[in-house]
């Protein structure tokens, strides 16, 4: 299934994104979702990561007091706002459906199947 990621964009430092993920075709509530990112010329890492029914969550240490995850499983949508954002924010952003449904949220990029094609955010300083 093809996740769509938007809202990525070029930003100050200290700037505000939310960026967005839907999952059409996919029966989005049974499923914990995920943020990665991609910076140039490195892996991908974990951002954050929701459960399910949007009670659990986890993020990298590097975003845990700015960055926020939600999810709107009516609307199969899940965000994640951004804030104060840093240049070494910068990076393609991908969203993830877990590979399995229920469960905890996991920070391994292997427990998720299906990916969006990215958006990508450039934090200046």
């Known amino acids: 299934v093809q996740l769509q990621a938007s809202g990525g964009g070029m930003v100050q430092t200290g700037d505000s994104l939310r960026l967005s993920c839907t999952a059409p075709?996919?029966?989005?509530?049974?499923?914990?979702m995920g943020w990665f990112r991609q910076a140039p010329g490195k892996e991908r890492e974990f951002v954050a990561a929701i459960g399910w029914a949007g009670d659990r969550k986890r993020f990298a240490d590097s975003v845990r007091d700015r960055f926020i995850i939600a999810r709107d499983n009516a609307k199969s949508i899940v965000y994640l706002q951004m804030d104060r954002l840093k240049p070494e924010d910068t990076a393609v952003y991908y969203c993830?459906?877990?590979?399995?449904?229920?469960?905890?949220?996991?920070?391994?990029?292997?427990?998720?199947?299906?990916w969006g094609q990215g958006t990508l955010v450039t934090v200046s300083s």
């Open positions: 075709g996919r029966r989005f509530s049974a499923y914990n």
């Open positions: 993830a459906a877990a590979r399995d449904k229920y469960g905890p949220p996991t920070v391994a990029a292997g427990g998720y199947s299906d």
